[in-house]
């Protein structure tokens, strides 16, 4: 239990890396313990542990994909798969003593906001009982993630297949593709990856792809025996290259920009992809698979070995949508029809339905999807805060996906700014309820959406950015560095914070001594001497003090 609030509790929906960075957070740097983890799945690792397709992998290197406060030295690769990544947060789990927080195979049906109790009502359902229960809790976070919920895609004769017929995000392992003809829905990055994957044992593979899409190469090399040694013994050589992916995945950025430097970059990447396409794929494909959409208004993909696969005698690219699903097979548009064992459907997440399927209410008795259908789409304040709801808070919310950069920074940026904006001020005692205001909230929105107009973002294409109103409620209009320099340090003035003790800076000096970790309060300690070295501290002096206190404390940036 905590010492500053013995009062305070929390609720955290989800134990994969967003759930796993706000509970290393308060129990290892706030020292709060009372908090419990719902995952509906049977263990942690969120979509790596949902998402176990052939070829499963991240197109992001592992350095990055990382927890800051755990980096592995051991990567076997650049670009790791599925098993390796989800050992990893398995063992990061361990490692902070994580583990007896977490409730698997629950799943949070929904909650309520408790006025006079000033507390979140959650509804779960043990998914091994059948048994609905309750439980409340002062702070609920919800960290679901964005790619385990499959969308919901209706082919008309869905119903009448004969064959298998799963999701990417739902594959039957039980059933073996060896020897199969295999059917392969979609063409994003699940589909890029399952086709050369099942090509390999598959009779015969076929790719319904109605577009095209951005291919770049996706160099991967082993890390070999010396590397993993000095990324073991000497870790800031392990920082250096962690700083140096991030700083040049986000230069990269600037190429979704209408700016003169984006509009040149990304005429030179769309013109580097479409050689990397006709110097790999069969001429036949090469019109089929080069878009007519700007390069980033979908999501571009790091060949796995996908154009190499077309190659194949086993596999075929249909570049048509479907008609019907028959009993054996599928017909497409133009009626082509073929006969099937599986059908793969590799048709991408609801990403822009955020928190589905669960049924929040907030304070005026409406819920929170509700809310946001009378908005016209998902939006919080900095992806974090909704108003209407206290004492809540998202991680990886609307607005907060990095354009070209690691989703998982993105999720420690925001529970690091949920962790400072919500549950700093409860166990202070600074409040009791903590909520976003409103115009605070619309203008942020506004702001977002008014940068996002003239990036690719809003090319015309059909992608999963854009939801059901017409509004990109997903991508964050700038550099992941950017995300992290505006929600470092909270707005207090956002927010409506009710029953205070007048005790309260009291709390706070004692957490803060209690709780900074060591380097900072020496770190402290040496720019407050710094300042008072001289005889008299002039007005420029003291600026150019402070400078270097503050300096000096965000040494502590997560990025290395």
């Known amino acids: 239990m905590s010492t500053y609030n013995n009062e305070l509790s929390a609720i955290i929906i989800g134990a994969g890396p967003a759930g796993i ?25 969120g979509t790596w542990r949902a998402n176990t397709y052939p070829g499963c992998g991240c197109d992001l290197q592992s350095h990055l994909y990382s927890f800051s406060f755990n980096p592995n030295p051991y990567w076997s690769k650049q670009l790791c798969e599925q098993p ?46 059948g048994i609905s229960y309750s439980r409340k809790a002062s702070v609920l976070v919800s960290a679901v993630g964005a790619i385990s919920f499959p969308r919901d895609v209706k082919f008309p ?20 593709y060896k020897g199969k003809r295999v059917a392969v829905i979609g063409n994003g990055c699940s589909a890029a990856q399952v086709v050369p994957a ?83 794929v069969p001429p036949k494909y090469s019109k089929a698979l080069i878009p007519k959409f700007p390069l980033g208004c979908k999501r ?37 029809t073929d006969n099937f064992d599986i059908i793969v459907l590799a048709t991408g997440f609801q990403v822009s339905q955020f928190l589905t399927p669960m049924h929040i209410v907030g304070t005026t008795g409406v819920s929170l999807h509700d809310q946001w259908k009378e908005c016209r789409g998902a939006q919080a304040y900095l992806g974090t805060h909704v108003h209407n709801f206290p004492n809540f808070a998202i991680i990886f919310g609307p607005n907060t996906f990095p354009a070209n ?25 600074r409040a009791t309820v903590v909520e976003v205001k409103q115009a605070a909230e619309d203008r942020e929105t506004n702001a977002i959406h008014q940068q996002l107009k003239n990036t690719v973002f809003a090319g015309d294409c059909s992608n999963w950015y854009i939801g059901d109103y017409g509004r990109n409620a997903a991508s964050w209009p700038g550099m992941a560095r950017s995300f992290w320099f505006r929600t470092y340090f909270p ?17 706070n000096a004692w957490r803060v001594a209690t709780t900074t970790p060591l380097y900072l309060k020496l770190s402290l300690v040496c720019a407050i001497a710094y300042l008072l070295s001289g005889q008299t501290v002039g007005a420029s002096s003291l600026t150019a003090g402070l400078h270097t206190l503050r300096n000096t404390i965000l040494g502590g940036f997560r990025l290395v």
């Open 198 to 280: 099942v090509a390999e044992e598959a009779a015969f593979v076929k790719q319904y792809a109605r577009s095209g899409q951005w291919f770049h190469a996706r160099p991967n090399r082993d890390y070999t025996v010396l590397e993993k040694f000095l990324f073991r013994w000497f870790p800031l050589w392990q920082r250096a290259l962690r700083l140096k992916i991030f700083l040049d995945a986000d230069e990269e950025t600037t190429t979704y920009f209408p700016t003169p430097k984006g509009l040149r970059l990304r005429a030179a990447m769309e013109e580097e992809a479409r050689k990397y396409i006709n110097s790999k």
């Open 84 to 129: 390796e990544i989800l050992q990893y947060i398995e063992d990061t789990v361990d490692k902070f003593d994580l583990r007896p927080h977490v409730h698997s195979s629950v799943e949070c049906l929904g909650a309520t906001w408790l006025g006079e109790e000033s507390k979140w009502d959650v509804h779960l359902k043990d998914l091994k009982t």
């Open 405 to 429: 950069n690691s989703a998982l920074f993105a999720c420690e940026t925001q529970a690091d700014y949920a962790v400072k904006s919500l549950f700093k001020p409860l166990m202070d005692h």
């Open 300 to 336: 571009r993909i790091f060949d796995p070995g996908y154009l190499d696969s077309l190659n194949l005698r086993n596999v075929e690219l249909l570049p048509e949508g479907i008609k019907e699903i028959t009993e054996t097979g599928i017909i497409s548009a133009s009626g082509v």
């Open 157 to 176: 004769g869905m119903e009448n297949f004969k064959g298998h017929m799963f999701h990417t995000a739902r594959w039957d392992h039980s059933v073996s």
């Open 491 to 507: 707005d207090w003035s956002a927010f409506n914070m009710t029953g205070a003790s007048p005790w309260w800076p009291f709390y």
């Open 21 to 45: 960075s706000v509970a290393y957070r308060l129990k290892h740097e706030l020292g709060f313990h009372d908090f419990t983890i719902y995952e509906k799945l049977d263990g942690v690792g």
